[in-house]
Each structure stands twice: as C-alpha cells, then as structure tokens.
Nanobody, 115 residues
Framework: QVQLVESGGGLVQAGESLRLSCVASGNISGIIYMGWFRQAPGKQRELVARISKVGNSNYADSVKGRFTISRDNAKNTVYLQMNMLRPEDTAVYSC?????????WGEGTRVTVSS
C-alpha cells in the first residue's frame, strides 16, 4: 500500500503562484511514476503533469510553460509549482503514484483562482 498526502492548495488571484506538495509513504520502493491530476466542477479528471523516478516529465498542453513538476526521491515527495495561475486552473488537484502496476491516489487539495 502507498499513502499519498497532498498540501499547498488555496485561494489565489489570477497571475499568482502556488506550490503543491505530495508526500508518499508506505511501500514506495516500486513507485515509477508520480503525477498530478485535477478535476474541475462538472468536468472529467485530467492529467496535469507526471514525472518518472529518473526525472522524465510530461505536461498537459494547457499548463506547459506555467507549471513545473519536480521530485525529491530522498523525501518521497513530488511538487507542482504553478505559476501564472488562471481561473480555469480552479480544481481539486490530486496526486497519484504507480507502484508495481497499482495506482494509488491522494485525497486531493483544492485550488481556487479568482479573476
């Protein structure tokens, strides 16, 4: 089992920044990918960014150039630096991890961007 705990969400104005953190614990030795997803009201959950154990990352087109995912393997933590936030970034952001073929999710942290 893997436990994921997110933090860092909040209410900001458009153009501001936030950094989300996700700490993994438990049986984490097999984690290859960790990522951030988001789900806005009335919309399907979508991938925001993900990063491999060796640091390869990919992003949704809508966040390229604004968001940066990073990973500190020593701290079992993945970060999502979100700059130039827009109202359309408003969503619940959830961390996920793929460990030995199983997918684990955190409970999510809410990000609200006001215009």
């Amino acid at each position: 089992q893997v436990q994921l705990v997110e933090s860092g969400g909040g209410l900001v104005q458009a153009g501001e920044s936030l950094r989300l953190s996700c700490v993994a614990s438990g049986n984490i030795s097999g984690i290859i990918y960790m990522g951030w997803f988001r789900q806005a009201p009335g919309k399907q959950r979508e991938l925001v960014a993900r990063i491999s154990k060796v640091g390869n990352s990919n992003y949704a087109d809508s966040v390229k150039g604004r968001f940066t995912i990073s990973r500190d393997n020593a701290k079992n933590t993945v970060y999502l630096q979100m700059n130039m936030l827009r109202p359309e970034d408003t969503a619940v952001y959830s961390c996920n991890a793929i460990n030995n073929g199983l997918i684990f999710w955190g409970e999510g942290t809410r990000v609200t961007v006001s215009s």
